[in-house]
């Protein structure tokens, strides 16, 4: 398997654009986790997804930030409007749930930067 | 809600060192994953904790999981460059939430 696939891995736009990362999971996991990481706030979990349904989003930092799960193999995570706040590394992340517990494979990060 | 410490933020250690760290939760949990992140990569799963006062060992490195599953530990034995990195703890109550720590970030001297 190819692992957790994000798109693009680096993006730079300017504040009040939309901005809009892209996740597929490792196919057959049926968790999917949207994770922001900065130097000031470290790791942080923004929302997750349990066969494709939204299940935590209490980490979502305010209302321009949403994130879909169409199907299965496919999330997004949209901001809009950007910010220069919101200039971190997104990861996301899958796993299957197992009875001996949910290891947690990440993808490579979108790495953002809104000036 | 659930807060997970870990401690220290930073370790400068000469090659050849041991290297430990720690982690402590508010909460009672119900497991502990720990998780390595090379500069410029991404989290990488090392391993996971479940019963009470695990030990588990993986080469030069020694996970333990206290008695009261609120706290846990990363040992490394004779440290070596390639152990350069960010070490994260992740403990996952039975409401079935995660909560990373902040990390501690190792850096060796060769």
């Known amino acids: 398997d190819a692992g957790v696939i994000q798109s693009p891995r680096h993006e730079v736009t300017e504040m009040g654009q939309e901005v809009t990362l892209r996740c597929k999971p490792i196919s057959g996991h049926d968790y999917l986790f949207w994770y922001r990481q900065t130097m000031m706030r470290g790791l942080e979990l923004l929302i997750y997804f349990n066969n494709n349904v939204p299940i935590d989003d209490s980490g979502m930092p305010e209302d321009r930030f949403s994130a879909k799960m169409p199907n299965a193999s496919f999330s997004t995570l949209k901001i809009q409007p950007s910010e220069p706040r919101d200039s971190a590394v997104y990861f996301c992340?899958?796993?299957?749930?197992?009875?001996?517990?949910?290891?947690?494979?990440f993808g490579p990060g979108t790495r953002l930067l809104v000036l | 809600g659930q807060q997970v410490m870990q401690i220290p933020q930073y370790q400068h250690v000469q090659e050849g060192e041991d290297f430990t760290t720690y982690c402590n939760s508010s909460t009672t949990l119900s497991n502990i994953q720990w998780y390595k992140q090379r500069p410029g990569g991404h989290p990488v799963f090392l391993i996971q904790?479940?019963?009470?006062?695990e030990v588990k060992k993986q080469k030069r490195l020694t996970f333990q999981f206290g008695e009261a599953k609120k706290n846990s530990s990363l040992h490394i034995t004779a440290t070596q460059t390639t152990d350069v990195g960010t070490y994260f703890c992740?403990?996952?109550?039975?409401?079935?939430?995660?909560?990373f720590g902040d990390g501690t970030t190792l850096t060796v001297k060769p």
């Open positions: 992740a403990g996952r109550t039975n409401a079935g939430k995660s909560t």
């Open positions: 992340a899958s796993n299957h749930n197992t009875f001996e517990g949910r290891t947690q494979y």
């Open positions: 904790l479940v019963k009470s006062g």
